[in-house]
Structures are given as structure tokens and as C-alpha cells.
């Protein structure tokens, strides 16, 4: 009797699996497999070549040279000073953008939560550096601070932070803040809409139930607002960080990593290797360097992310 | 037409079983209603007898046929989702015809049979309506009649009623039951509101666990209960349970009061007398079986509910019937009516039901 | 907290300088932009940094398109963002539809996979990713730039897709299919015609990031024909860096398509930014 129910069920079992495995295990696959192709055929393969890339000696100005090299590149990388100096760089960019953002972001969410006349067309002029094309924005502002043409040099001639209406994008010690001020124009919508989304998923209740409870406008802010957004603030931003430090593209443009490498960050080092030098063992070492420095900053990531979201 | 047969049914995501060897056999135009707490398994089994959910193991079977692996639109069978489900880029008309507009039926045999089902559901002014533009008993209206107009061979119902509310959940209650005896159609239902089980059901099924407790008519659940589960899901307001221990024909409850129970009993370890709060009786101070002071009272109208508490015992809940002049902290006797005592095992399996009074 | 705002007038003052500097801080580029475009030649260098020009003209505009190769590049653009947006649409709802319906073996690794691809510096592949290309011969060709754009959006594209579909009730589906649908058939007669606005809404997210990209198209691209609008106007703006009515002109022409999107899209910014999280 046992035996009987026993083999009654595993032929029915095993009937089952086969329409099992065809909705569950290659259906979803028929849907999925163009996207894993192309992501296969164009990032990963690629990704993996590039490590190779980095023991290699692949420059296309010196064709007779190809080879393994093994761990050449990476000692030249060692030695190089201007790697060090773009890693410096990198930090700047990405704290400099990042806080700038930020803050302004904050501001503009807190801003657009509040009730006033035309807030529409408001909020759809605030976000429009957002749409424009990063190399529109990176090329606008280089026109801004260049003297004969744009008003900024003069302006802060005016105010008294320049000696004289000079394009500060040629000064060594100021460069950097060229592309930081265009990277912030472009980055405050990014802030200030995932802010809002989240500053508007507080639910109104809380703040009623503060007023009675008698809470002042910034014991509100500071009380029941922050606390809300910490999730949310910390996992944008952190994700922000490495999306900025990644960017070259405002560098390239503005400056092309000058004058005198004081606006180079990794990634636009990385491109300028490539692209001007065509040394494409050296820049995939830099590359790697990179992606180690990300997958460390990754790992800590995820760890705090664990931390905060609870829920 | 269709009888189900479901045999040692099992369902498992992953490595978890969530449900086993479920056994149940539906009757051709036989309404029956999967009833339990949320979790129980009833959606589950709902869906897998449409086809929406895999089975993990055993048979089901429609007319003799297995199904198991058969696709949901080959089993023809309606359903009438808890959401309704109506697309929202149709119209009433074309939501209640696409069943046939996927077979390829001509367009005025659609429209014929359409404008037919709506009429008997009042809907015939509303066929250029969009789901949004319709209210929820509307709503709720077209998901039955899309599932009518199939003609299908079993109808299956989701929780179908719990988005309305209560008043025309009663007048959808009676559509519904109008529309069994109509079609005669093999039904399935589910719900968790046991007035709907009750009232509907031919057979109802309890469901916990993912096992059936129970089978069985409205009736047979209310007055035999298997196990504690279904005594106290089947019934409202909740039978009361009291710890007992044995005694010489019969039990003692905690507070010392001794009842007497008919001799097929053989207690020999503690357990538990189940009474629903319309078995008990009230009489005036002194006079019962034991004395309870009255905490609560609700006036409900046609009846009043007590809620009492017993010294030793604890609170009890007791109905009567009409309007009674009680106060809370009123002193007041309580007998049981001893033929509608229930008596579970420590396991809280049911030894015995309507026991007869012994002594 | 709006009524106290309302009351008190050096919150208001505050609020309205608030406005006035966004609006300042996010417009004056653009209208900077726009200025030097239409002032013509021979006023640039005398009322440069003048607010306002005293005279304006369209020359500078008629002299890029017809006087210059920008209609091409604006053409070579047109047709890599408008391939590239529609192919990756395609794809990334089979894929979205996968995520946001079935429950399969890998699915975790492949959407770590996919968040880690948004991760990587995507610099990193350039130089594999050029001799690859070169290898097939495909260097200065418009496709292998649809291709590259493709993979580098899908995975963007695939988490924005799913989250359409995640907003469309399974019940809908399922509906369909008791009712004698195949699941391809409730795809298309049921799922899609619903999640019509977001396929339109990943469409503008796609074709705002092709239009926009630079790096890649100009190590892929050398040749005049084939350029694209931003390596066109960055070879504009090395060669003739002195023309700046015309590179500003230019500048405002690659504008329009990702405004006109921009308008198209903005309703699902925050179902964009916040799904896919890291992209710009």
C-alpha cells in the first residue's frame, strides 16, 4: 500500500518537473538570453580581456613589442608619478562633487516638498541640466570660464577672488574646480528627485503628530525628516561616489586632464592613455588599479548597506 | 460538466513542503468552499487546481483526466481573481468577450453573447465603460461575467468578495448563490470569512497547515468539529475552551465543578471541554452549575453577549438570545448545555461530540 | 509647515531667494548658451560678457547646418540613438519581464552581475573593447556603436523595465491565461499595451544617454562621415576654436533632441533614478 502511493507519486513527480523546468527554468531564460548575450559578448569578455591586457605590453604605436610582461606594468605604475597624482585628483573630484551635489540637492528637494505658485515649471527648469549631454554641459562651462566669452572670470574679478579676469581653467591650482562646478550643474537634479522621492514617502501624519506634540520647524527637520532620509542619503550617495569617480568624460572635455595633469583623475588617465598614447597594456593596468580601489570601496558598501536597511 | 479528483496533492517551493497529501474529491455542480487563516494553503491549492501554481506531486484530475500538466487556458476552467483582474485598456464589452476573442469567435457572436450574460448581471448599460470608470460591485459584476460567458466547466473563486463592502458583499453573497443554482456548475471557492463558507458551501473544506482539518457540510463543521482548530475557526462568535481533568464519568474543570459526561468517554489525561457561547446557559445567582460575575455586556439587538469571568476559570464569553437586563458586575449562574459540549484530547483532536448527559 | 512658512515673512524672503538662485544656478548656462549663439561675429568679442546682445541673428545657425558637415553628425546620431534606444527597449522588456515574472535558478547572480556592470568602469573595456571592434572590421561603422551603447544600457534599462512590470498586477496575466492565452499571447494583448508609457519612458532614458556619449564613439570613430554629434563638435571646437557663434549654435542644435525627450520623460525621472540608482 505504501509502495503503491509511493510510486504513484514520483511518476507524477517527475511529469511535473518536466512542465516544471520548462516555466521555470528555460522559459525565463528565452526572455532573458539576448540581454545576457550582449552583456556577455560586450562587457564581461571584455572586462576579462583587459585584465590580460594589464600583464601585457599591447601599444599600438610600438607594434613589434607585444607581449607578457607580467607584472611590468604594474611597476611602472608604482614608479609613475602621475598616477599618484591623479589618485589625488580622484578624491577631489569625487568628495568636491559629491558634497556640492549633495547639499545643493538637499536644498532643492526640501524646497520642492514646500507649496508655491508656477512649482511645475519650476521643478521641470531646476532638472533640466540633467537632460543636457555631459559634453554640451562640460563644453558650456568651459566657454563660461574662458575670459573673452564668459562672464565668470570677470565676475570673480569683480568679487575680488581673482587678481585679474583670468580662465581659471588654465591656473594649476584653481582647474579643478572648473569641471566640479559643471559636474555639480549636471548632478543636483540626480539629488534632488531621489531626495524628493523619498522626502515625499514620509508619511504627513508624523509631522502632525510633532506639531501636537509641539516641535518646532527644524526639531521637525532634524527630528523626523534626516532620520527618514539616512537610508536613502547613504545608499545614493555611496553609490553617487563611485559613479563620479568613474566620470571623465566633464574632465576630458574641459581640460583634458591639464594643465600640468592637475585636473587627471584615473578614469580620464585611463582614456588619455588609451585614446592619445594608444598604450593599451599601461592603461589597463591603471584600470585594474581602479577597479580594485572600487571593489574595496564596493565592499564596504554593501557592508553598511546591510547596516541601514533593515527593513 | 466536471468532478475534480485531487489525490495525495503536494505543492513544495524549493526544499519547503508547504502542502501534502491533500485528498479531496469534488462532485459535478458541487460548490465547495476552501476556508482557513491566512497562510493556510487555500490560494495554493485554488491555484494549482487552475493551473497558475505547479504541482509538486500527486494527481488532479478533471472527469478522469489528468491535468497536472496542463496549461491554464487547456483546463477550461473560469476564475474570478480577488482583484477582478478586469483589463484596464478594455472596455466591459471586450473584457467580457476576450475569451472568445482568443478562440477566434466572430464578432457577433461575441457581441451577442455578451450583451446576453450582461443582462443578467444588470450590466448592460455599461458596456462602453472602462474597469476605472466602474464601481466596485460593477467591477466585480463583469469578473463574473467573463467568467459566465465561457461557459466553462468549473468556476473558481479567490477570495471574491473581500474588497467590497459589507452590505453588498451580503447582495453579492446572494448573486453568487443565485448563480450556482442557475448554472449548476461545479464551484470552488475561497475565503477566509467563515460566513461566506457557511452560508455558501455545500461541502466546506478547513484548511491549516496546509492539511485539510476538515470536510464536510456547514452543519456537520459547526456541530462536530474534528479537532479544536476547526471548533474554534467554524462559529462565531469563538467556542470557549477550558482546561479540564478527568474524573469518574466525566471531567472537572479547574474551579472544582464536576460534569458529568456519558461513559464513552475514557479520560485519562488532562484535556480540554470546548462550548460554544450560546450553549451556555444563564440563570440567576446561585443556581448553576457554577457563579460568574459579568464584566462586558454588548446589546447586539437580537442578541446580548456576556463577557463573564469565572473564578478558577477565567473569562468565559456566553450569548443569549434577545435583550437581557444584565449590568456589568452583575453576579449570575452558568450552566452548560451538556449535548453541545465538546471534549478534545490534550492534542486537540475531538473525543467526542454532543455528549449525552450521564448522570 | 507650509502655514507657518506663509507667515512668516523672512521665511518667505528666504524661499524666494531659494527659487531665484535654482533657477539662476540651472538656467544661466543654457541661456549663456543661447546668447553667444545668436549675437553675431562682429559684436562676440566687443559685448562677449554682456548680458544681453544688442542685436541678434540666425546666421550662425544657418552657417552650421548648411556650411558645415553638423547635419551629418546630427544624422549619425539621430540613427545610433534611435537604434540603439529601440533595440536595448526591446531586449531589456524581455529581460525585465523575466525578473519582474519568474522565479529561476541563477536569477540572484545575474542581477548582481548586471548591478556590478553599473559599477565597473566602463574605461576599463575601452582598449578590448576598440580591438575587438577592429578585429571585425567595424571600426568608423554606426552599428558597432549601436551595439557597444546597447550592452552598456541594458542593464539600466532591464531594472527600469522591470519596475513597469512589477506595477502591472500578476492577476491581470493570469487572467488571461485561465481565459486561453498563452503566456506570449498575455504578453502581448494584456502586459504590453499596458506598459506601453514605460516602454516609451526607457526609450527617452536611452536615447538621452546615446545622444550624450562621448568617449567611446570617439575611439571607435575617426572618420568625418561617420561621426557622431559630439565628436563632430569636439573636432569643431579643437579645429576652429575661434568660430564661437557657430560652436554655440552647434551646441544648441544637440540640444533639442534631449530636451524634446527630456519634456517626454520627466513624469518617470523618479522611477528612472531610482531604479536604475547609479546611472546619470
Same mark, same amino acid.
Given at each position: 500500500m505504501i509502495a503503491n502511493t509511493h510510486t504513484s507519486v514520483t511518476s507524477g513527480e517527475t511529469r511535473a518537473r518536466r512542465s516544471f523546468y520548462w516555466r521555470y527554468m528555460v522559459e525565463p531564460y528565452f526572455y532573458l538570453s539576448p540581454a545576457l548575450i550582449l552583456i556577455g559578448v560586450v562587457m564581461l569578455v571584455p572586462l576579462i580581456v583587459g585584465i590580460s591586457y594589464s600583464f601585457q605590453s599591447i601599444a599600438l604605436l610600438k607594434p613589434?613589442?607585444?607581449g607578457w610582461v607580467g607584472l611590468e606594468n604594474y611597476a611602472a605604475l608604482w614608479d609613475d608619478r602621475k598616477f599618484w597624482l591623479a589618485l589625488e585628483n580622484t578624491f577631489r573630484w569625487t568628495i568636491g562633487s559629491l558634497s556640492l551635489q549633495f547639499l545643493l540637492g538637499l536644498g532643492l528637494a526640501l524646497l520642492l516638498n514646500t507649496q508655491f505658485r508656477g512649482k511645475r515649471l519650476f521643478q521641470a527648469l531646476v532638472f533640466l541640466p540633467w537632460a543636457v549631454p555631459t559634453f554640451l554641459s562640460a563644453l558650456t562651462w568651459a566657454w563660461l570660464f574662458n575670459p573673452v566669452i564668459g562672464p565668470l572670470p570677470h565676475w570673480l574679478h569683480d568679487l575680488g577672488l581673482?587678481?585679474?579676469?583670468? +580662465? &581659471?581653467?588654465? @591656473?594649476? @591650482?584653481?582647474?579643478i574646480w572648473g569641471p566640479i562646478t559643471a559636474n555639480v550643474w549636471f548632478g543636483v537634479p540626480f539629488f534632488a528627485i531621489t531626495l524628493l522621492a523619498a522626502l515625499q514617502s514620509i508619511p504627513s501624519e508624523l509631522y502632525e503628530a510633532a506639531e501636537m506634540d509641539g516641535a518646532s520647524a527644524w526639531q521637525c527637520f532634524t527630528k523626523i525628516t534626516l532620520p527618514f532620509l539616512a537610508p536613502m542619503i547613504a545608499i545614493t550617495v555611496m553609490l553617487r561616489t563611485i559613479w563620479i569617480a568613474n566620470f571623465a568624460d566633464m574632465i576630458y572635455v574641459m581640460t583634458?586632464?591639464?594643465?600640468?595633469?592637475?585636473?587627471?583623475?584615473l578614469s580620464s588617465y585611463i582614456f588619455t592613455t588609451a585614446?592619445?598614447?594608444?598604450d593599451f597594456g599601461y592603461a589597463s593596468a591603471i584600470a585594474v588599479a581602479l577597479l580594485g580601489l572600487l571593489l574595496i570601496y564596493a565592499v564596504i558598501l554593501l557592508f553598511v548597506r546591510q547596516k541601514l536597511v533593515k527593513v | 460538466m466536471a468532478r475534480m479528483e485531487i489525490k495525495n496533492l503536494m505543492k513544495r517551493y524549493g526544499q519547503t513542503?508547504? *502542502?501534502?497529501d491533500i485528498n479531496l474529491d469534488i462532485k459535478d455542480g458541487e460548490f465547495i468552499v476552501l476556508v482557513g487563516?491566512?497562510?493556510?494553503g487555500k490560494s495554493t491549492l485554488l491555484r494549482m487546481i487552475a493551473g497558475l501554481e505547479p504541482i509538486s506531486g500527486g494527481e488532479f484530475l478533471i472527469d478522469g483526466l489528468? *491535468?497536472?500538466? *496542463?496549461?491554464p487556458r487547456d483546463r477550461d476552467i473560469a476564475m474570478v481573481f480577488q482583484s477582478y483582474a478586469?483589463?484596464?485598456?478594455?472596455?466591459v464589452e471586450r473584457n467580457m468577450g476576450f475569451s472568445m476573442e482568443i478562440r477566434g469567435d466572430d464578432k457577433i457572436k461575441r457581441k451577442q453573447r455578451v450583451l446576453e450574460a450582461a443582462k443578467v448581471l444588470g450590466l448592460e448599460n455599461l458596456l462602453?465603460?472602462?474597469?476605472?470608470?466602474?464601481?466596485g460591485g460593477q467591477r466585480q459584476r463583469v469578473a463574473m461575467g467573463r467568467a459566465i460567458i465561457?461557459?466553462?466547466r468549473a468556476f473558481l473563486f479567490d477570495e471574491?468578495?473581500? +474588497?467590497? @463592502?459589507a452590505s453588498l458583499r451580503v447582495e453579492m453573497r446572494l448573486e453568487i448563490a443565485r448563480l450556482h443554482k442557475r448554472l449548476g456548475a461545479t464551484m470552488v471557492y475561497v475565503t477566509h470569512d467563515q460566513v461566506e463558507a457557511l452560508t455558501l458551501a455545500d461541502r466546506i473544506v478547513v484548511l491549516e497547515g496546509g492539511n485539510i482539518q476538515q470536510v464536510g457540510s456547514p452543519l456537520e463543521l459547526y456541530?462536530?468539529?474534528?479537532?479544536r482548530f476547526v471548533a474554534q475557526f467554524i462559529g462565531s462568535p469563538t467556542m470557549n475552551i477550558i482546561p479540564v481533568s478527568p474524573a469518574k464519568n466525566g471531567v472537572t474543570l479547574a474551579n472544582g465543578t464536576k460534569i458529568s459526561l456519558s461513559d464513552m468517554l475514557d479520560l485519562n489525561a488532562a484535556a480540554e471541554l470546548g462550548i460554544r457561547p450560546e450553549h451556555i446557559d444563564v440563570l440567576p445567582y446561585?443556581?448553576?452549575?457554577f457563579d460568574a460575575e459579568s464584566e462586558v455586556v454588548e446589546h447586539l439587538g437580537s442578541d446580548t453577549n456576556l463577557f463573564v469571568r469565572v473564578d478558577g476559570i477565567g473569562p468565559l464569553m456566553v450569548r443569549v438570545h434577545g435583550n437581557v437586563p444584565n449590568q456589568p458586575g452583575d453576579k449570575i449562574g452558568l450552566r452548560f448545555q451538556l449535548h453541545n459540549t465538546h471534549i478534545f484530547s490534550a492534542d486537540g483532536?475531538?473525543?467526542?461530540?454532543r455528549i449525552t448527559l450521564a448522570a | 509647515m507650509s502655514d507657518t512658512t506663509r507667515r512668516n515673512p523672512m521665511l518667505m524672503m528666504g524661499k524666494s531667494a531659494a527659487i531665484t538662485f535654482y533657477l539662476t544656478f540651472a538656467l544661466f548656462p543654457l541661456y549663456w548658451l543661447l546668447k553667444i549663439a545668436l549675437t553675431p561675429d562682429r559684436l562676440i568679442f566687443t559685448e562677449?560678457?554682456?548680458?544681453?546682445?544688442s542685436e541678434i541673428t540666425f546666421s550662425n545657425f544657418t552657417s552650421v547646418l548648411f556650411k558645415t558637415d553638423f547635419l551629418s553628425y546630427f544624422g549619425n546620431s539621430l540613427i545610433v540613438s534611435l537604434g540603439t534606444a529601440a533595440v536595448t527597449t526591446v531586449i531589456a522588456a524581455g529581460a525585465g519581464y523575466a525578473f519582474s515574472r519568474f522565479h529561476f535558478s541563477g536569477k540572484k547572480i545575474i542581477i548582481a552581475v548586471m548591478l556590478i556592470t553599473q559599477m565597473f568602469?566602463?574605461?576599463? &573595456?575601452i582598449a578590448p573593447i576598440y580591438k575587438i571592434i577592429a578585429s571585425f572590421g567595424l571600426? +568608423?561603422?554606426l552599428s558597432s556603436l549601436i551595439i557597444v551603447y546597447t550592452a552598456f544600457n541594458i542593464p539600466f534599462a532591464t531594472f527600469l523595465m522591470q519596475s513597469f512590470f512589477d506595477g502591472i498586477p500578476r492577476d491581470l496575466e493570469e487572467a488571461a491565461m485561465m481565459e486561453g492565452c498563452t503566456r506570449f499571447q498575455a504578453l502581448r494583448k494584456v502586459v504590453i499595451p499596458l506598459t506601453l508609457p514605460g516602454l516609451g519612458a526607457t526609450l527617452g532614458f536611452v536615447f538621452t544617454a546615446a545622444w550624450s556619449e562621448l568617449l567611446f564613439a570617439l575611439m571607435l570613430i575617426s572618420k568625418n562621415d561617420t561621426m557622431t554629434f559630439p565628436v563632430g563638435l569636439l573636432t569643431f571646437v579643437s579645429k576652429f576654436s575661434v568660430d564661437w557663434g557657430q560652436m554655440m549654435a552647434a551646441g544648441v542644435l544637440a540640444l533639442i533632441p534631449s530636451c524634446l525627450f527630456f519634456i517626454f520623460i520627466q513624469r518617470y525621472l523618479v522611477q528612472g533614478l531610482t531604479s536604475g540608482a547609479v546611472k546619470g
Open positions: 613589434f613589442d607585444t581673482l587678481s585679474e579676469p583670468y +580662465n &581659471i581653467l588654465g @591656473d594649476p @591650482d584653481l582647474a583634458g586632464g591639464g594643465p600640468a595633469n592637475s585636473t587627471q583623475i585614446f592619445r598614447k594608444l | 513542503e508547504v *502542502m501534502r487563516p491566512s497562510g493556510c489528468r *491535468m497536472n500538466d *496542463m496549461r478586469l483589463y484596464p485598456h478594455m472596455d462602453s465603460r472602462y474597469p476605472k470608470e466602474l464601481s465561457r461557459d466553462p471574491p468578495l473581500s +474588497n467590497l @463592502d456541530e462536530r468539529p474534528a479537532n446561585g443556581t448553576g452549575d483532536q475531538s473525543l467526542g461530540q | 562677449g560678457t554682456n548680458l544681453a546682445p568602469p566602463l574605461l576599463m &573595456i571600426l +568608423n561603422s
